[in-house]
């Protein structure tokens, strides 16, 4: 259904039926867009293994529209924007090096 399928900002309850496991992670993913996403279950495994196989930049388990102030905020997909707003995107702007440096004036090893 289309209504799965697009990104619609306001009071909106949408209900799909599924079999299995694999199949409720098919739904949620068959869509351009991943902002966020949420998950209830008793089952802990099962709550952290769904968590992830969903393709969303913030999934809820056993909650929903929870917003930590310290956690990045942005989706999958069509829906990436937003996670230049916090620290981590400092890592898309950094890259590491390492320096080995010997202040020694004799030769050290083979040079």
Known sequence: MRI???EI???VV???TFKTEEEAIAIANDTLYGLGAGVWTRDTHQAY???RAVQAGRVWVNCYHAY???APFGGYKKSGIGRETH???LNHYRQAKNMLISYD???LGFF
């Open 4 to 6: 799965f399928q697009e």
């Open 9 to 11: 900002f306001g009071p």
């Open 14 to 16: 949408c209900v799909a």
């Open 49 to 51: 293994k769904v968590a």
């Open 68 to 70: 930590p102030a310290h």
């Open 87 to 89: 620290k981590m995107m």
């Open 105 to 107: 004036k004799n030769k």
